[in-house]
């Protein structure tokens, strides 16, 4: 497995909670911070959370912060997004993202970067 898998996309109501998974096989995750993205249609991509190598040094966008959680299990191989009261605003796939190992810290940029997975639908119904 060369890059992460994301699962748990799907439809829901305005209010609602949707928990996102991305596995990532050891290598890919071993020492490095890991980032949750997003893209929705006719718009660009745009970062959502980050998460360092230890799980300590956490960051969000603005327009999600208090609202989703974001995670790691190195025991796993996991990364997770809770996401809670959705809005139809974060109608979009969502990606994860893996740093170049031995980057250990989160970076807000996409070009930072190095592994990225196909990605899963968001939807939010108002």
């Known amino acids: 497995q060369v890059q992460p898998v994301e699962s748990g996309g799907g439809l829901v109501q305005t209010g609602g909670s949707l928990r996102l998974s991305c596995a990532a096989s050891g290598d890919i995750l071993s020492s490095r911070a890991m980032g949750w993205f997003r893209q929705a249609p006719g718009k660009e991509r745009e970062y959502v959370a980050g998460?360092?190598?230890?799980?300590?040094?956490?960051d969000y966008a603005e327009s999600v912060k208090g609202r989703f959680t974001i995670s790691r299990d190195n025991a796993q191989n996991m990364i997770y997004l809770q996401m809670n009261s959705l809005e139809p605003e974060d109608t979009a796939v969502y990606y994860c993202a893996a740093r170049p190992r031995y980057f250990l810290y989160v970076a807000s940029g996409g070009h930072s970067y190095q592994y990225w997975g196909q990605g899963t639908q968001v939807a939010v119904r108002s």
């Open positions: 998460i360092g190598w230890r799980g300590v040094n956490r």
